[in-house]
């Protein structure tokens, strides 16, 4: 993972947004880079907040000394509130965790800082604008018990990432008015955020106080057919590992379970040790990996711990045997290309990548700088 690209995409994200504040999202341990890592570099390079979606997660941040503003906010009645408000992490609140969280305030001795998430139309969490004021009422109410500050108010876009679709601008319709409802309500808000990565590169009317840095922060783009280059941005991650077999088969030689790979004529097949076990998709039959510079595809199912490239009938087995096969990422193929072969999205493929598979932070293309 390349710490310097990271640095280099908030810094990009950060002109752009200006004068308002980005939040760095690591959640599901930074979509797969490495939540802490991360953290640190965003930090370095400018970002002010960071976004967990659990409190689970913000907790480990905590625990590795990072200290700047931290929003969680995906929650069940067994999330930890006490150990996240002592551990000064704001809690997003859709409405059932108000009373939760006020309790837990109570037993820490200490107010939580609460941002009330309004659902402006995606459907998921968030209070429906029926309930909006209700829920204004309830903190308000705490609030002046001391057990909670309202700091925030947010939601969450749709359809961002297709920029002509109308119902963002709906969405955005529905956010100024829960806004302007919790101002009414007396509020004093720090932070009022709904831009994920599609809407800092193409609304900027979204981007209020502060933007989520999503998918943006790994240097992929959101927008389908589009080359994050376009954007300033470098994607983080690159996944390789080495050719662990090479072997002649004969025209016809079933490939992988299922046999649905046949090979047409005399060939080289090359393995590569790697499969679903380490976050590859099962299906991604075709995707292409690069081997000394040229790119072979994936043929026949990938298995739980490996899966075959078909590297035709010329080849210097001797120079491929051991060489290094980027599957995506500095050097090979794009990660939305593996995306496309598995039917799936670069969201998907980089966040799935297991714990098995070892990290190694570089800085640039060249330098290493740790595990």
């Known amino acids: 993972m390349d710490l310097a690209n990271v640095r280099e995409n908030v810094k990009r994200v950060g002109e752009l ?64 509130f006490e150990a996240a408000i002592s551990a000064n992490i704001d809690l997003a609140v859709s409405g059932w965790e108000l009373d939760l969280v006020a309790n837990a305030a109570q037993a820490a001795a200490q107010p939580a800082r609460v941002h ?26 705490y609030q002046d018990d001391g057990l909670m500050r309202v700091v925030g108010v947010f939601s969450h876009l749709a359809v961002a990432d297709e920029p002509e679709r109308p119902e963002t601008d709906e969405q955005l319709k529905a956010f100024n008015e829960a806004v ?47 080359d994050p280059a376009r954007y300033g941005l470098r994607p983080a991650m690159t996944l390789e590992s080495r050719i662990a077999n090479v072997k002649k088969v004969p025209a016809g030689q079933g490939v992988s379970y299922g046999l649905h790979y046949h090979t047409s004529e005399e060939t080289y097949l090359g393995l ?44 210097d087995v001797a120079a491929i045997l051991g060489a290094t096969a980027i599957l995506f990422g500095e ?31 570089v800085e640039g293309s060249w330098g290493e700088s740790g595990e």
């Open 17 to 80: 947004v200006a004068p308002a504040a980005v939040m760095a999202v690591v959640k599901a341990d930074g979509y797969g880079h490495g939540a802490v890592a991360v953290s640190r570099a965003a930090i370095q390079a400018g970002a002010s907040w960071l976004g967990c979606a659990h409190v689970t997660e913000a907790l480990k941040l905590r625990a590795a000394g990072l200290e700047v503003p931290l929003l969680a906010w995906l929650h069940t009645d067994g999330t930890p």
């Open 116 to 141: 009330l998430k309004i659902d402006t139309g995606l459907g998921r969490n968030g209070s429906t604008a029926a309930q909006w004021e209700e829920l204004l009422g309830r903190a308000a109410s």
């Open 180 to 226: 302007a409802l919790a101002e009414d309500a007396g509020f004093d808000l720090e932070v009022r955020h709904i831009a994920n990565t599609p809407a800092i590169l193409s609304r900027p009317d979204a981007h209020y106080d502060m933007v989520r840095l999503g998918l943006g922060l790994y240097g992929l783009s959101p927008f389908a057919g589009e």
């Open 272 to 315: 590569i040790p790697m499969g679903y076990a380490d976050g590859l998709p099962r299906t991604a039959n075709n995707a292409p990996v690069s081997i000394l510079g040229k790119t072979y595809l994936v043929r026949g199912t990938i298995a739980m711990d490996q899966f075959v490239v078909d590297l035709g009938p010329d080849i």
């Open 331 to 361: 050097g090979g193929p794009s990660v939305t290309e593996w995306a496309d072969a598995a039917g799936s999205i670069n969201y998907e493929i980089v966040t799935r990548i297991s714990p098995r598979v070892p990290r190694r932070l």
